[in-house]
DNA sequence: ACAGGCGAAACTTTATACAATCTTCGCCCG
DNA sequence: CGGGCGAAGATTGTATAAAGTTTCGCCTGT
């Protein structure tokens, strides 16, 4: 398969090969292909991608700023690892932020936009018919986004990747149960509210959304790191 | 004169010179002494702090991404020039998320914070006194920033700092009155209401303040933009 | 005189080479 | 046999050089 794309006029990111590493090291963390610790060398990912350590540096610096890569000084770029404190920030920034961005998409609802919705729900259930655990996650984190792309705020669509990507490490560490089946009902539910133009039963259905999801973590104190640390290589 | 010796509470100056660099720039553009549209060099910035182009680009990139530079393909970085779209969502953004950061720093509100605010107050009112503008303007986002830092939320402080960093671009192009003499009284009265701990005022007076800067701007469409750069070069 | 194109200079972009630092593994000593 | 010291290897941080692109001036032709 030919790698590289000529020229793609619709792509965003045609000629742009740091935009090409970081979507490729995103989606892998947001797929949880690449755990929370692993190390990112720069020669490493510079082979997959056959760049040179510049470009990669780029995409890992950009990475760390968005809060889903750490870099640690003369130690190398890591998949980021939030602490119990870091989830509860993320969750709390993401109550106060998620209800204020689901009015605004309702002012910017439309046919195209309700089918784009109703096509993700479908995708979504798919998914979870499948029990694929993995698509599962990824699709939850982009129906979030998918609101805030609709919202047409460019401000809030940044903050949100940047609260979505961290989610999804969070979930990763700290999730209780294995099945995040329960979200693919409040988000029909939510996406009914924005068809009806319900802001107020779509906020309030997006903050307990949120509720459940964290209720479902178990924020353990920072000590005990190392226990989902042995957890994570044994499996 | 000695500008950048001087002592930041997050700025970490243990030989990063990176940080050197990104805080310069920054504060030049908060303090207005850079203009939107000004073309930030490689070689001019190196040359200023001592350093090579690697470091200047990647103190560059990181302000890019924090919005208050823009960088343009094979053709450079610029002070960023906010658009009046920009500055509706910078100022929305705003609204939803600095009385949320209010009611946390009420939770976290201590004699030592108090001092702060009671400090920065005075300072405020000193800068205003003389008539300083520059260091008027400066010291009025650094309330905000201040409020952030007392919630104790990474996440909020990081966001409100790049929103405020925006917001002093917008105000320098779009500001209807030279005189933002208004700000400092509510300051102060929000600091009265942190200090009653009492989470609806001090939410309430968040939100009218920064209804009020907003209300100060002259948001023009987009087209008549010329029209500013024209008045920038006059000056 | 003016429009259009050619060419050089300056800049950004990318790659590579060098220096500094950390990690690791082996060896020696207690 | 265990622990600490040290050198080799590997990896990152930084600088410099090569390559590609844009821009601006200048020149020529009409």
Redesign the pocket.
């Known amino acids: 398969m030919a790698a590289k794309t000529r020229q793609k006029p619709d792509a965003p990111d045609a000629s742009d090969?740091?935009g090409r590493i970081r979507e490729g090291v995103t989606a892998a963390i947001l797929e949880h292909r690449l755990l929370p610790g692993t190390k990112l060398?720069?020669?490493e990912i510079g082979d997959i991608y056959g760049?040179?350590?510049?470009?990669v540096?780029t995409a890992l610096q950009q990475l760390a700023h968005e809060g889903i890569v750490s870099?640690e000084?003369?130690?190398?770029?890591f998949v980021a690892r939030p602490t119990p404190a870091d989830a509860r920030e993320v969750f709390e920034a993401r109550r106060l932020i998620e209800p204020g961005i689901v009015n605004h998409a309702i002012d910017a609802v439309s046919p195209a936009w309700l089918d784009r919705l109703q096509h993700h729900l479908t995708e979504e259930r798919e998914a979870e018919l499948r029990g694929d655990a993995r698509a599962s996650v990824r699709l939850s984190g982009e129906f979030h986004r998918l609101v805030a792309e609709m919202s047409g705020h460019s401000i809030y669509l940044g903050f949100l990747k940047e609260l979505i990507a961290r989610s999804s490490l969070i979930i990763l560490l700290y999730r209780r149960h294995d099945t995040p089946a329960c979200g693919t009902d409040h988000h029909a539910e939510i996406v009914a509210a924005i068809r009806t133009r319900d802001k107020a039963r779509a906020g309030a259905l997006m903050l307990s959304h949120l509720n459940e999801i964290e209720a479902e973590l178990f924020l353990k104190d920072p000590a005990a790191d190392e226990l989902r640390l042995a957890d994570v290589l044994g499996a």
Chains 1, 2 share one sequence.
């Open positions: 090969r740091v060398g720069e020669d760049a040179s350590r510049t470009l540096r870099i000084k003369n130690r190398g770029a």
